[in-house]
DNA sequence: CTGGGGATGGGGCCC
DNA sequence: AGGGCCCCATCCCCA
């Protein structure tokens, strides 16, 4: 094509930023680059102003790197050392490793020391979760505020602004001034609560996303709540009628938002078990080898590995499983079922996975000049992203392969409007997905014809 | 590259 | 409300 002058194209890295993070935390393991160090008790953090300042209110003002400051000569520059005795040292390391993790792993015990450290350093997010885990409410909400705030955004509530006024003050030194804890390093007016008054920009500014990219969860919570009737489709048509029929008719209630990724978590009691996968607990050991696990569910899955059970046998065969999926996946070798089509190949997949796999990779190079006219089979949507998105960006199509339309490709992929090819559209099951992606493989369709008449 | 088994995490139903 | 149990989707690993 001839990308000419007709517009920016956007091509998105979903992975940039967690790669970005990772990398930063190596730099920090290894004091790479480390430009600031923060100390607890004696016990010393080598970190990145940067860093700190994007995580930390507290840090912002003090670099003077809070929006229009950027005149001001902050305390930083001539800082290295930041004395916070009044944040315990393992409360700071949780916090630091927080900073460069977005996940923030601590002991219960500790949660404490972590919410008065938030606070303290104007870490609004976790402190917000700590006062969640601990059941605490936040004091001093303005209601107009709060009124204000617009329903459909609830990520930003935790990014709220900090109102927490904390009598304690860090400590500065600075290699100039080693000696002279307070010698006018400090912000003038104090820690972060103090400094802030209700600023409205702030709440949006301090969060740990990008704003203007919808994450997974926020899209999934949305989609659960505006289509309640999709979500529970799950059991509905699992090729091959494996469900028993009765469906599961409805989301349980009492939806509840973890606090550290903010993905909303469906069933009652099921945040405790969602929150171990951000602490790392494993409560549920094997007795037999001492293998631990997050779920006790699991762990009776585990149990029978020692116990020899496998109670799920292949009525067609002698193979037994451990898992009920296990069997189903079996089942569709003896029926012969490949309900997965590869809609670039027609290559055809006894399971979802491995579809996925098999578009992932770069195993599906042959793209079809034309498409059948009315597919019998599903076809995922957004089918013609996922063309890029396989052989990644931009496509190196092969010599002679025809795309009709490759402005729109692009636009595809520049505006993912429906975030394409993470999770299909109201879940995988292949029946259910032929008939809300027909539409949107039709209108592709339609156009593709289009184009294809026209050349013609 | 594909087939297959296993692991992990989320959701629904039930108690 | 919390937890047990089950099913599901997805990912990883190995042959």
Not at 68 to 86: A, I, K, M, P, Y
């Amino acid at each position: 094509m001839s990308p000419g002058e007709d517009g920016l194209i956007g091509i998105p890295f979903p992975e940039h930023s967690n790669e970005l993070l990772s990398r930063l935390n190596a730099q920090r393991r290894t004091g790479l680059l480390c430009d600031l160090t923060l100390t607890s008790r004696g016990a010393r953090y080598p970190t990145h102003r940067s860093v700190m300042a994007a995580v930390s209110l507290y840090f912002r003002r003090l670099f003077g790197a809070e929006e229009g400051e950027e005149g001001e000569e902050g305390v930083g520059h001539s800082c290295s050392v930041c004395q916070l005795d009044c944040v315990s040292p393992d409360a700071l390391a949780a916090l630091l490793e927080f900073a460069y993790t977005a996940t923030l792993t601590i002991r219960s015990s500790g949660m404490r020391e972590v919410l008065k450290g938030a606070q303290l350093l104007g870490i609004q997010c976790v402190a917000d979760a700590c006062r969640d885990i601990l059941g605490e409410t936040e004091t001093g909400e303005d209601p107009a505020e709060e009124a204000e705030r617009p329903p459909s955004r609830r990520k930003q509530d935790r990014c709220s602004v900090a109102r927490a006024v904390s009598p304690v003050r860090p400590v500065w030194r600075s290699p100039t001034a080693p000696d002279t804890p307070e010698s006018g390093l400090l912000p003038a007016q104090g820690p972060p609560g103090l400094l802030l008054n209700g600023g409205s920009h702030w709440p949006q500014e301090f969060t740990h996303r990008p704003e203007d990219t919808p994450s997974e969860e926020e899209e999934s919570a949305a989609q659960g709540q505006a289509t309640p009737q999709l979500g529970q489709s799950q059991g509905d048509g699992a090729g091959g009628g494996a469900t028993a029929g009765n469906g599961r008719k409805r989301k349980s209630q009492m939806p509840q938002q973890c606090p550290v990724c903010q993905k909303i978590i469906h069933g009652a009691g099921k945040l405790p078990r969602h929150m171990r996968t951000h602490t790392g607990e494993k409560p549920f050991q094997c007795s037999a080898c001492g293998v631990r696990f997050t779920r006790n569910d699991k762990l009776k899955i585990h149990m029978r590995k020692h116990t020899g059970e496998r109670p799920y046998p292949c009525p067609s065969c002698p193979a037994r499983f451990l898992h009920s999926y296990d069997l189903k996946n079996h089942l569709s070798l003896h029926s012969g079922d490949r309900p997965f089509e590869c809609p670039l190949c027609h290559k055809a997949f006894a399971r979802e996975d491995h579809l996925q796999r098999h578009r992932k990779g770069h195993s599906c190079l042959e793209l079809r000049t034309r498409r059948p006219r009315r597919p019998a089979g599903p076809h995922p949507p957004g089918a013609f992203v996922q063309i890029l998105e396989g052989h990644g960006v931009p496509v190196p199509l092969l010599p002679g392969a025809r795309v009709p339309y490759p402005e729109l490709l692009w636009r595809s992929v520049a505006e993912p409007a429906g975030k394409a090819p993470e999770k299909p559209e109201g879940g995988s099951s292949p029946h259910r997905s032929a008939s809300v992606t027909h539409r949107a493989w039709d209108e592709d369709e339609e156009k593709q014809d289009a184009a294809g008449e026209e050349e013609e």
